[in-house]
């Protein structure tokens, strides 16, 4: 069955530290992996778009890594800031051409306090 | 700017009364899709469209239909609401079909059906 699942549920730094949120999927056939940015009370922003030959994605602050043989993917927050505060999911798309389909995780909630 | 549009942001409205929640893309997507965020559930895909009149379901259609007559919208109606359709929803479109460029989310509906 195909599943993304997303640690932590949610994390509280504060701002200024660095802090990393994990994605674990078990998806067939791969086809990419995205985070997306969800603030409250907005529609998600895609962060980064990575495929199978890409390991590491930065985006700003924010750097994502994916490890296929492991299936696991990584987002890195450095030197976060209060408007880092948002809900973070990682999205795989499953399947090849146009019966793709994209599985979503639950996000980690993160906050960031001053 | 580049954006997707949903109207309206919030709705109350009562069982039965039929509704339809109006979403528009002004970026020329061709991939467009339908979601509700419920807590807990994170986003499911309620339908999406290719193109054009081309439209068809997604994780969970039950009690809701879609129309593409023109490119730029993508209307989600519910004929007969009940409570269990009391969610937060958002549309979102690509350029590629499902799992390729990033999608695009509007900033949301919330509906209460009371």
């Known amino acids: 069955k195909n599943q993304v699942e997303q640690s932590p549920q949610s994390l509280i730094i504060l701002e200024g530290k660095n802090c990393t949120l994990q994605?674990?999927?078990?998806?067939?056939?791969?086809?990419?992996l995205r985070w997306y940015k969800q603030d409250t009370g907005r529609g998600p922003v895609s962060l980064t778009i990575?495929?199978?030959s890409e390991n590491t994605k930065s985006n700003g602050r924010y750097t994502a890594t994916l490890d296929a043989d492991t299936k696991q993917s990584s987002l890195h927050i450095t030197a976060s800031q209060l408007s880092d505060s948002a809900s973070y999911i990682c999205?795989?798309?499953?399947?090849?051409?146009?019966?793709?389909?994209?599985?979503w995780g639950l996000g980690t909630s993160l906050a960031v306090n001053p | 700017e580049a954006q997707v549009t949903q109207n309206p942001r919030y709705l109350i409205t009562v069982t039965g009364k039929k509704l339809t929640v109006t979403c528009s893309q002004n970026?020329?997507?061709?991939?467009m899709s339908w979601y509700r965020q419920d807590p807990g559930l994170g986003l499911r895909q309620i339908y999406y469209?290719?193109?054009?009149?081309?439209?068809d379901k997604g994780d969970v259609p039950e009690g809701y239909k879609v129309s593409r007559k023109e490119k730029r919208n993508f209307p989600l109606i519910l004929e007969s609401p009940s409570p269990n359709q009391t969610s937060l929803y958002f549309c979102?479109?690509?350029?590629?079909?499902?799992?390729?460029?990033?999608?695009?989310f509007g900033d949301g509906t919330r509906l209460s059906i009371l």
């Open positions: 979102a479109s690509s350029l590629g079909g499902p799992g390729q460029g990033p999608q695009h």
């Open positions: 970026m020329n997507h061709e991939y």
């Open positions: 469209s290719m193109n054009v009149e081309v439209t």
């Open positions: 994605c674990n999927y078990t998806v067939s056939p791969f086809s990419n």
């Open positions: 990575m495929t199978f």
């Open positions: 999205v795989v798309s499953a399947g090849v051409g146009n019966n793709r389909k994209l599985i």
